[in-house]
């Protein structure tokens, strides 16, 4: 009985050591495994996503008060990553005269104008309920010198095309699954335009407001 009960005991020492064994080679191999994959800038398992959004806010432009309004779609790559593209309108009122021109009396003259291009914006910590994003535009766009009166329809003066890059900063909340809504901060910098009456830098000049982004984030 007790040669039985020793060789129990010695049966099950053996197994319990070969067991450790086996548990060591399989974390071997998959740290093996793990070292040979290839790795990558966005994971094989991701989740993407995508949104729409618009904006609205002030920006001063050519020294007066402006409205800036834009949209933009994006496409999300990993939570945390997005390209897309985007476009914004922007409008100021520059004077008002009482300037008499065939017999017509101009109300207004003010500048106008929109730009659009390619967007990239990186997420810091999207899975937060507070975060930052930095969007950045990069693209072109006109302007145009607008005279307005009660008796005629808006029209054009004088017209410019232009360069813009605008980086900026967004602190988003995130209500629900589906939608964010971000306080921005952005700076416009655009080429010179050569209109008559404005300077050429008059478009050059921050913008800040809301934006209300709705997609799969």
């Known amino acids: 009985m007790k040669h039985l009960l020793l060789m129990l005991f010695i049966v099950v020492l053996a197994a319990q050591s070969m067991a450790q064994q086996i548990i060591k080679i ?3 191999d998959e740290t093996a495994n793990s070292n040979d994959e290839i790795q990558t800038l966005f994971k094989r398992h991701k989740r993407d996503g995508f949104y729409g959004a618009v904006s609205m806010g ?6 007066s008060h402006g409205i800036v309004l ?3 779609g994006c496409w999300i790559l990993d939570q945390w990553f997005t390209i897309g593209l985007g476009g914004t309108a922007l409008s100021n009122s520059m004077n008002y005269d009482d300037v008499l021109l065939n017999n017509y009396t101009y109300d207004k003259t003010y500048l106008a104008g929109g730009y659009g291009g390619f967007i990239i914006e990186p997420i810091l910590a999207p899975r ?6 930095f ?9 145009a010198l607008i005279e307005e009166n009660s008796q005629m329809m808006p029209y054009s003066k004088v017209e410019d095309v232009f ?20 306080v921005f901060a952005t700076y416009r910098y655009t080429t010179d335009i050569e209109i008559s009456d404005v300077r050429g830098d008059a478009l050059r000049s921050y913008s800040t407001g809301l934006t209300f982004k709705a997609g799969l984030f």
């Open 70 to 72: 834009s949209a933009r």
């Open 128 to 133: 937060k309920p507070i975060h930052l994003s």
């Open 135 to 143: 969007p950045i535009l990069i693209g072109g766009g006109a302007a």
């Open 163 to 182: 360069f813009v890059a605008e980086p900026g900063i967004e602190l988003e909340i995130n209500f629900t699954k589906w939608l964010r809504v971000a």
């Open 58 to 63: 002030y920006s001063p432009i050519n020294n």
């Open 26 to 28: 399989d974390d071997f």
